[in-house]
């Protein structure tokens, strides 16, 4: 047999198409993937020892205890602390992801300290009679806060200026409440210590008095939609049913609904009732149903040593005159309250005032001020945490560095008090100290779970302890050194002839602004955009969402770009047309300039780009 | 040592998921990511497009104004174990399911890309790697080094965190035991819960969370009536929440209000 040329290329034809029938070609392609998953551009994780650290969030007044998975020291994922009293092993989503922040794209890596430092000797030799050295300390109670209130104590023109305490100060006991009535306030969605409010939840009765379906409306055991605005009014009928007739018509309940609902307060109590944002008829209606002492409580104060005792008072911006402060350091290293600028910048002397921010990213004052000097973030920073609003019992749990801060950080304690010429020392370990020195209270450990009085720690082994995660709970016997917040301070009566709206209905203003993330000062990790950019659970920073009918009304058709205007100012943002956002309102996830111009309640309107 | 005379037990894994006490806060879904090396989402990402191995979907009763509620549902995996319709249509044999443990596995190494599973999955639950993964600089430092990053072009999903399955079983096998004690193996999902409301076990031991949950009345499995006999079991004392469930598709016709 001859075998021909044809023949050879029919064989070679052949044997290809038959050799696609075989496993040869899966297998290359599979090991071609194999390959691929190794190449360069796919990060490796590192490997090395697996060992468990312990701190505490730092990212918002809750501090919760977190249990942190570290390979080679570096923390890789984080957990809640199982058996922990107060955050009962609960890690919120911004929690979870905390380790990540120190590699955020937006971090401040550099700033000018030197010339700030000039600035601020140049600026307070100029300061002259009404103007101020002032302090803004956005989480009080901190022992840095302590620091800043001594150094402007032995400034002669010193203030420190902190946010108005929630609830005056006082603290809610969720443990004691059989009914809880929530004017708008996000109790289930970042209220408090999530794990307390969770581990409450299954004894009291929860009933959600607001205009839209939020989270926590959602899982209320009733809820009640009210018009927008109409909280108040709502407060004071209960208080006082001779307003019931004319709260009906501002909320859109009926009178029955209305006094069902102050005969269900009355009858299964200890109740409370919480607000969204402080309002005194909230606070005057918990005075009325007995909720002092029971459900609200004056919480002891954290010792501090005597020494610190000669401190600034605590003011709030809105007391101090305006054009009066000619040095302001803002402290931002922690989150905490977020005052729009608007209202710090009419503090601020016409010509030249300096502005200092601590920061870790410029997204906050960084903005506004002439210097922004990078702090460590959680987990990088060491500084201790208030206790908790629905802590009744005074804690002191410190935020231990579990990574150590990159070079050029700036410290806000050293710094203020250098300027005010005072020695800052280790204040987080003399506070420490005269906690113990008190000899009151128990000290929970996180690695093995155990509570030891603190009559049987030693000095040493405390602040060993308190640095490698633990919480000091003190006892009820404790004697009240301060009690703010308490029933006497609280208005009893309140004018009862009409109901009054929130927010004074207005024109040019229309709709009324709903955060929807309670803690939204503060950049979060990337890997938060799993749930506003990979799904639709939450909404992204500086978008809002409202009804259809409002966004038509607004001239915005569809999911597009707009502008809010407030009272402060205007910005950007997203637009998201959502059928169950009511009419009149608008549903916010805050960023930094949604913030600055926006208030605790703030009315506003929407304009199409 | 293992015990060399015992055998290992046969497990099936599964989950309950109450709908009663999920707020929707999202913690799983990050604490997903944080365990699984999933990546943030990418510049170009969408919620179509976007890497959830669980993700939160809020469902309402289709009612406008006051009567309008809302419940939010977590969708993972199902973790079918009948007719798994993934592991059917995989060209590769990327897509097992475990005897050991009744888990549905994906193996990234092994898949073409070629996203018939995803087309043939009743869930929704998996997803594509449109994009090469990618951190910002420093954030790889933060990755899980049980459980290796995937690349572009390859599709992945829940797989009840398997590296967490493989620590358990060593620390089993380091303390002498054959088997896996009740609890020492969560997910992450589980694990992040604030609320408690996903709780994870064997189905076959009569005593845990999901087998007790997977016999009250109040309990359900989604697309039941496929017939993948799905390890998730959903509860809900609400009546409208099991009747959606049961819908052939969501009142409003979305998946999300927001979708």
């Known amino acids: ?609 | 040592m293992i015990a060399a005379n015992k055998p290992n037990k046969i497990a099936r894994y599964g989950m309950s998921i109450d709908l009663d006490r999920c707020t929707g806060c999202g913690a799983c879904m990050v604490a997903c990511a944080v365990e699984n090396n999933v990546p943030p989402a990418h510049e170009g990402a969408t919620a179509r497009k976007g890497i959830t191995w669980i993700r939160v979907f809020k469902v309402d009763n289709g009612e406008e104004g006051p009567a309008r509620r809302s419940v939010f549902v977590p969708v993972l995996c199902q973790q079918c174990g009948e007719d798994t319709p993934c592991v059917h249509v995989c060209p590769q044999q990327a897509v097992e399911v475990d005897p050991a443990t009744g888990i549905v596995g994906q193996m990234p190494e092994r898949c073409l890309g070629c996203r018939y599973c995803m087309a043939a999955c009743p869930y929704h639950a998996r997803f594509f790697n449109w994009w090469d993964p990618q951190w910002p600089a420093g954030m790889e430092k933060t990755l899980n080094p049980d459980v290796a990053p995937r690349m572009r072009g390859v599709v992945e999903k829940c797989n009840f965190c398997h590296g967490r399955w493989h620590a358990a079983k060593e620390r089993a096998a380091a303390a002498g035991k054959s088997e896996i004690e009740a609890g020492a193996y969560v997910p992450a999902c589980v694990e992040s819960c604030p609320t408690g409301a996903i709780r994870f076990g064997d189905l076959k031991d009569a005593a845990s969370e999901p087998a007790v949950a997977a016999k009250d009345a109040h309990s359900f499995r989604l697309l039941e009536k496929l017939g993948t006999e799905p390890k998730i079991y959903y509860h809900s004392k609400r009546d409208w929440v099991r009747q959606v469930a049961a819908a052939p598709k969501p009142p409003n016709g979305k998946e999300n209000a927001r979708g």
């Open chain 1, 1 to 609: 047999m001859q075998r021909t040329r044809r023949d050879i290329l029919l064989f070679m034809g052949g044997g290809a198409a038959g050799a696609m029938l075989t496993p040869a070609p899966w297998r290359l392609v599979t090991d071609a993937a194999i390959w691929s998953e190794n190449w360069p551009g796919i990060p490796r994780p590192a490997r090395g020892e697996i060992t468990a650290r312990y701190t505490n969030c730092a990212l918002c007044p809750a501090g919760c205890a977190v249990r942190a998975r570290c390979v080679a020291g570096q923390p890789v994922s984080l957990a809640g602390v199982a058996g922990n009293p107060l955050s009962q092993g609960a890690l919120c989503a911004f929690g979870l992801t905390g380790h990540q922040l120190p590699y955020h794209p937006q971090r401040l890596k550099q700033g000018t300290p030197e010339e700030a430092a000039a600035a601020v000797r140049g600026a307070m030799a100029k300061c002259g009679a009404g103007e101020s050295v002032a302090v803004l300390d956005l989480a009080p109670g901190r022992a840095a806060s302590w620091t800043y209130r001594r150094a402007m104590a032995a400034v002669a023109n010193g203030v420190y200026l902190a946010p108005p305490p929630p609830l005056g100060g006082a603290a809610v006991n969720l443990a004691k409440a059989r009914t809880v009535l929530s004017l708008g306030a996000p109790l289930l969605d970042g209220w408090g210590t999530p794990g307390n409010v969770h581990a409450a939840r299954a004894n009291f009765r929860l009933i959600q008095a607001e205009p839209w379906e939020s989270r926590t409306a959602a899982l209320a055991d009733e809820w009640l939609p009210i018009r927008p605005g109409s909280e108040a009014a709502l407060a004071l009928a209960l208080k006082d049913p001779k307003t019931a007739p004319s709260a009906a018509q501002a909320t859109g309940l009926t009178e029955k609904q209305i006094l069902d609902l102050a005969n269900e307060l009355t009858a299964n109590g200890p109740a409370l009732v919480l607000s969204a944002d402080d309002l005194p008829e909230a606070l005057a209606l918990n005075h009325a149903l007995g909720a002092w002492g029971q459900t609200l409580v004056a919480r002891p104060e954290v010792p501090v040593p005597d020494a610190w005792k000669k401190a600034a008072p605590e003011r709030v911006v809105a007391s101090v005159p305006d054009n009066s402060i000619r040095v302001l350091f803002i402290d931002e290293s922690v989150p905490g309250s977020h005052i729009p600028w608007g209202a710090i910048e009419k503090k601020l002397v016409r010509d030249n005032p300096v502005v200092v921010a601590f920061a870790w990213t410029l997204e906050g004052y960084g903005r506004h001020a002439q210097f922004t000097l990078p702090t460590a973030v959680y987990p990088e920073l060491t500084s201790d945490i208030p206790p908790a609003i629905d802590s009744p019992a005074a804690t002191f749990r410190i935020s231990v560095s579990l990574v150590a801060p990159p070079a050029g950080m700036a410290d806000p304690s050293a710094f203020i008090a250098k300027a005010a010429g005072i020695d800052a020392g280790n204040a987080l370990q003399e506070r420490a100290d005269a906690i113990h020195k008190s000899g009151r209270g128990t000290l929970f450990t996180y690695a093995d779970g155990k509570s030891t009085p603190l009559k049987d720690i030693k000095p040493d082994a405390f602040w060993k302890s308190l640095n490698e995660g633990a919480t000091w709970l003190g006892g009820a016997e404790e004697p009240l050194t301060r009690r703010r917040g308490d029933a006497e301070e609280i208005p009893g009566e309140l004018p009862s002839e009409a109901p009054r709206l929130r927010v004074s209905a207005s024109d040019t203003f229309p709709l009324l602004v709903a955060f929807t993330t309670p803690t939204p000062a503060t950049l979060s990790s990337p890997l938060m955009s799993k749930l506003y950019q990979d799904s639709d659970l939450r909404m992204a920073p500086n978008t809002a969402a409202l009804h259809p009918d409002t966004a038509r009304a607004s001239g915005i058709t569809g999911a597009s770009r707009a502008v809010l205007e407030t009272q402060y100012g205007r910005c950007a943002i997203g637009v998201i047309p959502d059928e169950s956002v009511p009419p009149g309102m608008l549903e916010v996830a805050a960023g930094p300039e949604i913030l600055d111009i926006c208030g605790a309640f703030t009315r506003a309107k929407v304009v199409a780009a």
